[in-house]
């Protein structure tokens, strides 16, 4: 916008507040003591233009008509730091724009609207503006915010949308998907007309967003949709900025998964790691496919498709970060994730997915998101930097728990009911890791019962796992009779990117081993390959092979224990 375009603007009509704010105006209020006087402050404004739909706040203009250039200092040669604070403390991006005129600086921030039916506060009290003042919102606002119910954008009528500019092999993945899980093989006989028309895909006639997003052609979706479009990047490390390799997807969405698997799942970048325990052996991949279609349909299906951003998946060696534009649906908060039933923004969308078998039962995708990866020894799904404008999740590859990824397959792959579901597995979690404050009663009887975990001695309201779960990590320490796991890492991660010698071993690992077991431990690793001698007598020096000398941290102890493993099938 132009100082002109500004000045023609009428604060009610408009949505535009103009402030002088001339010198040393507040960001967050912190220095008044009156609480009126702590709201008419940047955040205090941001958050009440937010409740209202959003709008602008002019700095260094006059409140009154013709509204003349006073200039401002607010957040000079700090922009970036303003809108990265006002993030970081209301969850909203707010644009800065500045404006020149007479060597006079106007600040102009752009505050977008808040999501439908959530609302924004500022410590701790939703604000509305009133003439000059900031005040709290009525109970009746507050109802009728929390009341709004999102429209289902995927069955809203794509205008000028034909059968033509669907896509084939689309149509033909979903009729397969629906005919194998629904065990009706006749509707892949079915005319396209009468699937569309049975999914309701199409009504009277005319396709809505569901078919351009489940089936459309990329081209028509790139003309009607663009931002229905997913960006999946590969950063070698979490630290850099840019990326390694980057892919764009663009084709409909029964086309799409399979590909954004097949990024994620290259044999480089997902790793599997043969893990064998006495009679019971198994693979374990950096991330499991199940896990990754569910999360990723979730952030398709209920990302918010107004909103003009892309779905992104980030993957890293030890990590992938998916999200999507968007808050959690109504209702729905990182607290209540696993127990509360949600109305998802695109329903006819969700539904059909449902009915294809590519996503659980509406509710239940979350579940087996926690289930799976919980089961697998990795570290809990975690959602912590969601907030009301995107859901972010990140999911770990790496096994922190091997022994409670057998100890709870071994139960679910007994004859032994019932089985266990994701409170149970999450419950289990806990009292592994020491928790027994504030466990449901009824669930730690239940699995007292099923044999799953006992009292503490000596204890009555302390818990632990069963002695199977005890034996399981003692055998797990093992390999073979030739390496104890646990001085096996700790030797690895002093040698990664060193050569030292056996003094220098000693010198920082006097606190666990004695100096004749480092060189025990240090002369059956370079039988087995896996270290490297360089020297002679005071001289000698021990390194990593040339297999793991590039390998830092968990990837090289995961990739030396699979080795020695392979090599230890007694194990």
């Known amino acids: 916008m132009t100082i002109l375009e500004l000045q023609q603007l009428k604060e009610s009509e408009d949505k535009v507040e103009f402030k002088a704010a001339t010198k040393n105006y507040s960001f967050a209020g912190s220095e008044h003591r009156d609480q009126a ?4 402050c940047f955040l205090g404004y941001v958050v009440a233009f937010a409740n209202e739909g959003g709008g602008m706040l002019v700095l260094g203009m006059a409140d009154k008509a013709p509204h003349e250039v006073v200039g401002s200092d607010f957040g000079q040669g700090q922009i970036g730091a303003l809108e990265d604070e006002t993030y970081s403390r209301l969850g909203i991006r707010v644009r800065m724009e500045e404006l020149y005129e007479n060597g006079l600086r106007v600040l102009v921030a752009h505050i977008p609207s808040r999501p ?53 092999s689309a149509i033909k993945a979903m009729k397969e998907s629906y005919a194998l899980k629904q065990k009706n093989p006749g509707f892949i006989q079915l005319s396209t007309e ?24 990329k081209e028509i979706i790139r003309e009607k949709l663009p931002q229905c479009k997913t960006i999946w990047e590969f950063r070698a490390t979490e630290s850099q900025i840019h990326h390694d390799t980057r892919e764009v997807i663009e084709e409909p969405l029964f086309l799409a998964i399979t590909q954004m698997w097949r990024l994620i799942n290259q044999p480089t970048l997902n790793k599997k790691y043969p893990i064998q325990v006495g009679a019971y052996i198994f693979d374990l991949f950096d991330f499991n496919e199940a896990v990754i279609r569910e999360a990723v349909l979730n952030a398709e299906a209920h990302r918010d498709y107004s909103i003009t951003s892309e779905v992104v998946i980030k993957q890293y060696p030890a990590k992938i970060v998916i999200t999507n534009p968007g808050g959690f649906p109504k209702g729905v908060t990182i607290e209540n994730l696993l127990t509360v039933s949600s109305t998802p923004r695109s329903r006819l969308m969700t539904e ?110 302390r818990y632990t796992l069963s002695e199977e779960y005890e034996q399981l990590v003692s055998d797990g320490l093992k390999i073979g009779k030739r390496y104890i796991v646990q001085e096996l890492e700790r030797i690895l991660l002093e040698l990664q990117g060193n050569a030292l010698k056996v003094g220098a071993l000693e010198a920082s690992m ?3 081993m004695k100096r004749s077991q480092i060189r025990y431990l240090l002369l059956k690793l370079v039988d087995d390959e896996v270290v490297i001698v360089d020297g002679k007598l005071r001289g000698t020096r021990y390194s990593l092979s040339e297999k793991f000398k590039d390998l830092r941290g968990d990837k090289l102890i995961a990739e030396v224990l699979a080795f020695l493993r392979g090599r230890y099938d007694s194990l």
Request: aromatic share 6%.
């Open 37 to 40: 006087e702590r709201r008419r």
């Open 194 to 217: 009468q699937v569309l028309s049975d999914l309701r895909l199409q009504e009277e006639g005319r396709l809505n967003y569901a078919a351009l997003i489940l089936l459309g052609k």
């Open 352 to 461: 059909i997915l449902e009915k294809t078998g590519l996503v659980e039962r509406s509710g239940q995708g979350v579940d087996k998101i926690f289930s799976i990866t919980l089961s697998e020894g990795k570290a809990e799904p975690d959602y912590s930097d969601s907030n009301m404008y995107q859901v972010s999740l990140v999911l770990r590859s790496e096994i922190i728990d091997k022994a409670f990824h057998i100890f709870i397959s071994q139960y679910q792959n007994s004859d032994r009911e019932p089985k266990l579901g994701v409170e149970q597995i999450i419950t289990l979690c806990k009292i592994r890791n020491g928790i027994s404050q504030n466990l449901k009663g009824a669930m730690v009887s239940q699995l007292e019962k099923m044999g799953l975990i006992q009292k503490l001695s000596g204890h009555t309201l």
């Open 510 to 512: 006097e606190d666990f």
């Open 116 to 168: 439908v039916g959530k609302m924004l506060k500022f410590e701790g009290v939703p604000l509305m503006r009133v003439g000059e003042s900031l005040r709290n919102m009525s109970d009746e606002e507050m109802f009728a915010i929390l009341s709004e119910q999102e429209p289902d954008f995927s069955a809203k009528i794509c205008e000028g949308l034909k059968i033509a500019d669907l896509d084939e």
